[in-house]
Structure formats: C-alpha cells, structure tokens
C-alpha cells in the first residue's frame, strides 16, 4: 500500500533525526504487520493499519512497545502527531524553544471538540480533519496541533532553529 502522506513522513523522519543527531535511522515501508516503520538507535514509531482507524505504536529506546499510542481516522492526523513528536524530541536535543508550552498556555483549542474514549486515560479529538484518540496528558497540546494544516505546522515546528 502506499499512501501519498508516508513519503512526507519518510523526509520528516529524516529532517528530525538528523537535527537530533540520532543514529542508525531507517524505513520499513511494509513489514507485514505495519504499514510503515521508523527504527533508530532511540525508538521506533509504527504507523499501522487498526479496522478504520490508524494506530501508532511506539517503542523506547530500551525495546519496550507500547501499543496505540494515538489512534486516528486520517492518516494526515497521524502524520502531524508523528511529526509533532519528532520535531519536540529534536528540539528538546538542541536546546530550542519547547512549543508545547505555548500550546499549552493557551488552554484547549476551542475549534475541537472531545469526547471520553472507551480507553483509560485517553481523549476523543473531533477536529474538521477527524477525529483522534489521544493520551488526556497530551490532549490539550494536540487540540492545536491536530487541525493545523500540515505546512503551518511544519513551519511552526521550525521556529527558533
């Protein structure tokens, strides 16, 4: 399957590791179980098919999985929540400016809707784009971040480097 978002993922995942310094970085685009994966000495992030959904898992630098991290109805939602968590992961790195806070500050956005989740500790975003299942922990930085076009984001995201 190829998906027209997945070689935009590919670049971002390699702009934000380089940045990051990151090593021994590379794609899986099938593996049988995902749709795509992103492996490096850090962690991996899996983007997979789940029913109608997308769900990414991830995996700690210290080989722990942690299986549908976010869950979403467009694969475009998970591709700003993969390109959101590495470009904070390389920021962090550089010592650049943490955009959550700003986000954060700000409350939740009032453009999306939530709703409870059937899952413990996760949140429903309902955004013009779709709809996410979301930690609650993140959920208020992700209320801006999930409808933000893809560009502006990516243009946010580079602020301050």
């Not at 399957?1 to 990151?22: C, H, R, S």
Request: aromatic share 10%; net charge negative.
């Amino acid at each position: 399957m190829t998906v027209p978002e997945f070689d935009q993922l590919v670049a971002q995942w390699k702009y934000w590791t380089n940045i990051a310094g990151i090593a021994h970085v590379s794609v899986d685009r099938q593996d049988g179980v995902t749709e795509i994966g992103f492996r490096s000495d850090e962690g991996a992030y899996f983007l997979r098919r789940d029913g109608d959904w997308w769900s990414v898992d991830e995996t700690d630098d210290r080989g722990k999985t942690y299986p549908a991290t976010v869950s979403c109805s467009t694969v475009p939602l998970a591709q700003k929540y993969l390109i959101w968590t590495w470009a904070t992961t390389a920021r962090t790195v550089i010592g650049a400016p943490q955009l959550g806070r700003r986000f954060q500050q700000q409350g939740f956005n009032t453009e999306v809707h939530s709703s409870e989740s059937s899952r413990a500790n996760f949140v429903q975003l309902i955004t013009p784009n779709g709809t996410a299942e979301v930690p609650g922990s993140k959920s208020i930085i992700l209320s801006h971040v999930m409808p933000m076009p893809l560009a502006q984001l990516i243009e946010t995201l580079g602020e301050g480097l």
